[in-house]
């Protein structure tokens, strides 16, 4: 078997610290380094030059210039197509000032940043429950837009015909994005189709092989709507998967998102009580703190209290509410 296709097929669970990056110029974007290397990776030494590489969710371009670098530096070429409907939002303008308003289109800002590394790259503004493909194969799927049932169902249905089983592989950039809980969710409905392949210590992204095709009948993805299943199979999936990724960064970081699930399923009592039991380490006590500044905290309040965790107000009253909810909830929190 030749080297790409035995390294493809190999189990890594990992930060990828071996992957030697080429200059690629920095942009703003929400990926991490360990991401950033495991997405050249994949481009560079797993694509076996079968089918397009498509992201969903590019943003400035972080994440495509290194699938783009790595497509480039792989020796196969190879078409990147990226979805998004690239209007500067409220999210972010609160997280970047690009001086930049609202509703602003900024597509040539995303194909300026990519073409610098490759010309191979296509810009699609669109919705994603508009996307259309007649492409032919796509052999790498990356996913950092869809984040809840109806996204993940409207793109993975119009990807499936498309998707070759053992030979296209998914990455999906939110899979330990606890809020995000619908991407694991899905995936652990989707059962032996896919496998899991990669997990990205000191990021939230996981990739699977396609192992038997996708569904893309309403029948098998109203079975895979998890907010029609009983309380205990979302908890038995849910932990099936998470049992299974072994840096324990990205298994906390994910864990919450069991609370979070039932918290919107109506099963607060329990969804509070596995809340306080978990483990929470000072990376993610921070991650959460950040997490309670926005817009999450009115929507799940209980288990951020849960974890001490007021809805900060100013200076020392924050400091001293904080103490006082973690005095009184008692979180359990490990250093
Ligand atoms: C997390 S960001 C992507 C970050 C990017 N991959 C990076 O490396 O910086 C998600 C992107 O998905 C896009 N997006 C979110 N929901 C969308 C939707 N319903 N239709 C089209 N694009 C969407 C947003 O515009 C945003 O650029």
Redesign the pocket.
């Known amino acids: 078997m030749a080297t790409r296709e035995i390294e493809r097929a190999r189990e890594i669970q990992g930060d990828f610290a071996d992957v030697r990056l080429p200059e690629i110029p920095q942009?703003?974007?929400?990926?991490k380094p360990s991401e950033a290397r495991y997405l050249y990776w994949l481009a560079s030494q797993a694509y076996l030059g079968h089918g397009a590489v498509v992201?969903?969710?590019?943003?400035?371009?972080?994440?495509?210039m290194h699938l783009a670098a790595g497509l480039r530096d792989g020796g196969l070429g190879g078409e990147l197509h990226c979805?998004?409907?690239?209007?500067w939002?409220r999210d972010?303008a609160a997280k970047f000032d690009l001086g930049l308003a609202v509703g602003a289109d900024y597509r040539a800002l995303f194909e300026a940043n990519v073409r610098k590394v490759y010309d191979g790259v296509r810009a699609h503004s669109?919705?994603?429950?508009e996307i259309t493909w007649s492409r032919g194969p796509v052999e790498l799927l990356?996913l950092?837009?869809?984040?809840k049932f109806t996204?993940l169902e409207a793109t993975l249905t119009t990807f499936a015909p498309y998707l070759e089983p053992g030979e296209a592989i998914l990455a999906f950039?939110?899979f330990a994005h606890a809020p995000s809980y619908a991407v694991a969710l899905v995936i652990a409905g989707l059962g032996e189709r896919l496998e899991l392949t990669h997990v990205v210590a000191g990021g939230s992204t996981a990739g699977f092989t396609l192992r038997e095709p996708l569904p893309r009948d309403a029948r098998t993805w109203r079975e895979l709507d998890f907010s029609r299943w009983p309380r205990e199979r979302v908890i038995e999936r849910f932990e099936t998967l998470a049992a299974r990724i072994r840096p324990d960064d990205v298994r906390r970081k994910l864990a919450p998102g069991l609370p979070m699930a039932l918290w919107d399923l109506g099963a607060k009592d329990e969804a509070v009580a596995r809340m306080s039991a978990l483990e929470f380490d000072d990376a993610l006590q921070r991650h959460w703190e950040r997490m309670a500044k926005g817009p999450l905290y009115a929507r799940y309040e209980g288990l951020f209290l849960a974890r001490g965790l007021a809805r900060p107000t100013t200076g020392r009253d924050k400091n001293a509410l904080t103490r006082f909810v973690r005095g009184l909830f008692g979180g359990k929190r490990r250093g």
Not at 83 to 87: A, G, K, Q, S, V
Not at 144 to 147: G, S
């Open positions: 942009v703003p974007g929400m990926i992201e969903l969710g590019s943003f400035l371009g972080a994440s495509a979805f998004d409907r690239f209007l939002d972010h669109v919705e994603l429950r990356f950092d837009a869809p984040k996204e950039q939110d």
